[in-house]
């Protein structure tokens, strides 16, 4: 579960070090009841890698989560898409998670 206006870290493992990556995207979708300008893309942004791990983190801010609609909706779907530097493009199995709800909306400054 993600609690949205929160900043969470997702964490991939994948079977191949950071030097072996050349792009990394990663879209979140909450099926169709938003319109497709809200739906959250992460694209070409500096992924953390983990390497002793082989974990990719992806860190959400507070505006991201925000994005999601409110706990009771359609859980949310991500995948993780990898291009290689030699043109290899790899995608995960798509996840899902529950969104929780907060009392206060907003960003906290």
Do not use: C, H, Y
Not at 45 to 65: C, G, K, P, R, Y
């Amino acid at each position: 579960m993600v609690l949205r206006g929160t900043t969470p870290v997702l964490q991939f493992k994948v079977p191949f070090k950071k030097d072996e990556v050349e792009l990394v995207w990663v879209t979140f979708s909450q099926g169709t009841t938003i319109p497709p300008k809200e739906i959250l893309t992460i694209t070409q942004f500096d992924a953390e890698f983990d390497m002793e791990d082989n974990l990719v983190l992806i860190s959400l801010s507070q505006e991201d989560t925000l994005l999601f609609a409110k706990a009771g909706t359609p859980s949310v779907s991500v995948q993780m898409r990898i291009r290689k530097p030699d043109g290899t493009a790899l995608a995960s199995n798509i996840l899902k998670f529950s969104i929780g709800m907060i009392l206060k909306n907003g960003v906290i400054q």
